[in-house]
């Protein structure tokens, strides 16, 4: 959909996450065999991943100001449980948090946004204002105002909207005869 370059770290599990759903199409990777193991998933598991990524979505459309795309179950009640632990490296002494154990999907996440914020990058991540679209991307804006995936595609065509609101349109009794 983008031609954006990936999200930073732990951020590029979320925007890959949230991005398995194109919603103009609607087709879905995360319900196929394929995407399920990309992201570690059984098919008993994939209800929650489903829940998970429309809950990341609502929270990046947050992040560019927008509404929700309906109703979700809010994020933090999602990660509240998701076990996480401190590892340090023993090189550097960099510390950093990680899922407790080899990863359920919501402990991945949680260690990301913890991450994210930790860096002062999680509100960078964001989801498309375009309605049909809500692609997740990374705003790499010096500003940190992007509103859309691509300003080519979503963000040309909602300037081209706004552009033909404001043209005047020709009524009968102003055509000449």
Request: charged fraction near 20%.
């Amino acid at each position: 959909m983008t031609e954006r370059s990936p999200a930073p770290a732990g951020l590029a599990l979320i925007e890959s996450l949230v991005n398995t759903l194109d919603i103009g199409s609607g087709r879905d990777t995360l319900v196929t065999a394929d995407g399920r193991r990309l992201f570690g998933l059984t098919v008993e598991e994939l209800p929650g991943a489903l829940t998970l990524r429309e809950s990341l979505r609502a929270a990046l459309l947050a992040h560019a100001g927008h509404p929700p795309h309906r109703e979700v179950t809010p994020l933090g009640e999602l990660l509240v449980d998701a076990p996480l632990h401190v590892t340090v490296d023993p090189a550097d002494g960099s510390a950093a948090l990680a899922p407790a154990d080899s990863g359920p999907l919501p402990s991945r996440v949680a260690a990301a946004v913890a991450q994210a914020l930790v860096a002062g990058t999680w509100t960078r991540l964001k989801a498309c204002a375009a309605d049909t679209c809500h692609w997740a991307y990374y705003d790499r804006s010096p500003a940190g105002r992007g509103r859309w995936c691509s300003m080519q595609v979503c963000g040309a065509r909602a300037k081209m909207r706004r552009y033909r609101a404001k043209e005047p349109h020709p009524t009968e009794s102003s055509a000449v005869t």
